[in-house]
């Protein structure tokens, strides 16, 4: 079995694999319209791609959740 991470802001961790939010804006790796997940195989990779997206201006105020799918 593959154990991945995904770390989210607490409003969006009852559904954390439904891919909404590349659905309307897009992914690294997706257009908009299509459904992408991100994971990560280490929790230390899903941290950093967590904080590298955070936008300085409007820092999240909540701590993150982390899932363990």
Known sequence: MTRVYRILRKPY????????????FGGRWSSPGIRVAYT???????MLEYFVHIDSADPPKERPTQCLL
Do not use: Q
């Open 13 to 24: 961790s009852k559904k954390p694999l439904d891919g909404e939010g590349t659905y309307h």
């Open 40 to 46: 990560a195989e280490h929790l230390s990779l899903a």
